[in-house]
């Protein structure tokens, strides 16, 4: 069974619209985390959350606003969607916010903005 | 510019032979260096890590090399099989809990 659960696996948006992201973990990790790839790119970090509380953003745009109603969740809210986001969103949980701490990554959002 | 660099988009390799996957890195104060494998359509998995206080680690078929000086650190599979063809991605951390991947080699076994 996947320990971390995205939903949806492929969505499709038109542009301008708004969509969430939804990211659970069942690992009983403290700290969750958003990356993106999008096409001929690396893998792109982008929140970090702790304790529910956000550690850092590397994302530009307000446009991206992850919300935390509980420890185990970590969903992204994205407005006013571009064809530039689509990409695939990777949702991350490690026990704690350190460098040494194992990574375990979902499956992944196929987004694709048309 | 790119932090974390993997130069050779593919490698080929046959099947027994090793495979070595190289990744470069930019800053000084990355201390955390890791190798994770992805296949088409599924979440990349760590593979293998070390830390910047050892140069070297190896894991069963698995060793990393870790370069400092050269800001370099590599990945050298042993007894390659088909079931290692997939995305090797490198990746980097300086105790941010923030990784800094590189842009990934597809590794490809040649029965």
């Known amino acids: 069974d996947p320990k971390i659960i995205q939903k949806p696996k492929y969505l499709v948006a038109v542009t301008g619209s708004e969509k969430i992201l939804i990211c659970e973990q069942y690992l009983g990790h403290n700290a969750m985390y958003w990356y993106r790839q999008s096409a001929k790119k690396p893998l792109e970090f982008m929140f970090s959350y702790s304790y529910q509380k956000l550690m850092d953003n590397q994302t530009a745009s307000s446009r991206f606003q992850p919300q935390s109603s509980k420890k185990n969740h970590l969903d992204l809210q994205i407005t006013a969607l571009k064809p530039d986001d689509s990409a695939t969103y990777f949702c991350?949980?490690?026990?704690?916010?350190?460098?040494?701490?194992?990574?375990?990554f979902g499956h992944g959002t196929k987004l694709s903005v048309l | 510019g790119q932090q974390v660099k993997q130069s050779s988009p593919s490698l080929t390799v046959q099947e027994g032979g090793i495979s070595i996957l190289n990744c470069d890195y930019e800053n000084d104060m990355f201390d955390y260096f890791a190798w994770y494998k992805k296949y088409p359509d599924n979440s990349p998995t760590l593979l293998i890590s070390v830390r910047s206080n050892v140069d070297k680690r190896e894991d069963g078929r698995l060793t990393v090399f870790l370069n400092k000086s050269g800001k370099h650190f590599s990945l050298h599979i042993t007894a390659s099989q088909p079931e290692d063809t997939a995305v090797y991605l490198c990746?980097?951390?300086?105790?941010?809990?923030?990784?800094?991947f590189g842009q990934g080699t597809k590794l490809s076994i040649k029965p």
């Open positions: 991350a949980s490690s026990r704690g916010q350190f460098s040494n701490e194992r990574l375990f």
């Open positions: 990746a980097a951390d300086y105790n941010q809990g923030k990784l800094i």
